[in-house]
């Protein structure tokens, strides 16, 4: 019907367990409003019970693949206590970093500008694919705030502390090239490319055993195990039960008879 406002957040369920989440503010620099985060926060719960679910795809329509947090109501806190805006603050960071607690892998498609929060998301996801040119950063103290988004824990996590404090402190700005060659994303393409790019490894991970490849998400979660002992101790119960699935004979079946496996789960 005409005059029908676009969805903000679109979701593609792929036949080949793969689901796309596309944040679709694109006049707003797909800015996480009120209505966006809502959205999402059904999105990520659908997603949870699916359970034919392989690997999730996060991506921006338009230039930008987030501007962050909407802004535009900061300019009236300062009427606030501290409290509720904590209490508001702290519901935002939580649903979008739900994407975390999904059990399958995600993967974030920076088409673009990640700025902020929006940058935080994209460091949320498990892997991380950029286009060359995007800017990359997190202007927090430039705008008077300290950062969000838990990125004092996750640019740490994911590039380590000299290139956090470069990014957080002094500001610095990275391209989608540079991100790459820092390790804060792992791979950069030409912008036209990288939501082929990052669907086509989404694909290798889907068409890979689903519960071996849930629990070796599990072990690499929140920078790995505590040390080598601890890794062993999972791995000597976690390896035991792929050792008892159906998938495991399938996969040593297809690399017998030198064919893609089917794996179904079980």
């Known amino acids: ?11 593609e369920r792929r036949p080949d367990g793969i689901a796309v989440l596309t944040l679709n503010d694109p006049a707003r620099r797909n800015a996480m409003s009120d209505e966006m985060t809502a959205a999402y ?6 997603l949870r019970g699916d359970s034919g679910l392989r690997c999730v795809v996060l991506t921006g329509a338009g230039s930008a693949f987030s501007a962050g947090g909407d802004l535009s109501w900061l300019a009236d806190t300062n009427a606030v206590a501290v409290p509720a805006l904590r209490d508001r603050m702290l519901a935002f960071y939580r ?21 902020g929060a929006g940058l935080c998301l994209a460091l949320a996801c498990d ?3 950029a286009a060359e040119d995007a800017k990359l950063l997190a ?11 838990a990125a004092t824990w996750l640019f740490p996590e994911v590039a ?14 990275l391209t989608g090239a540079e991100a790459a060659r820092h390790g804060l994303v792992n791979q950069a393409f030409p912008r ?75």
């Not at 019907?1 to 979701?11: N, Y």
């Not at 002992?229 to 996969?251: H, K, Y």
């Open 139 to 149: 202007p927090f103290t430039a705008l008077g705030l300290h950062p969000g988004m």
């Open 95 to 115: 649903t979008w970093l739900t994407i975390r607690s999904l059990e399958v892998p995600t993967i974030a498609a920076v088409n673009g500008h990640a700025v």
């Open 41 to 46: 926060r059904q999105a990520v719960a659908d």
């Open 192 to 266: 036209e490319d990288v939501l082929d790019g990052t669907l086509e490894i989404a694909e290798r991970i889907a068409a890979n055993a689903p519960v071996a490849t849930r629990l070796t998400k599990v072990a690499l979660a929140d920078g790995g195990h505590a040390d080598m002992d601890a890794a062993l101790r999972w791995e000597s119960l976690a390896q035991p039960v792929t050792m008892a699935s159906e998938d495991m004979i399938e996969g040593l079946a297809a690399q017998r008879e030198k064919r893609s496996p089917r794996f179904t789960g079980a």
């Open 127 to 129: 892997l991380r694919y």
């Open 1 to 11: 019907m005409s005059g029908e406002q676009p969805e903000v957040l679109r979701v």
């Open 160 to 173: 380590g502390l000299p290139l956090a404090r470069e990014m957080l402190l002094a500001g610095r700005v």
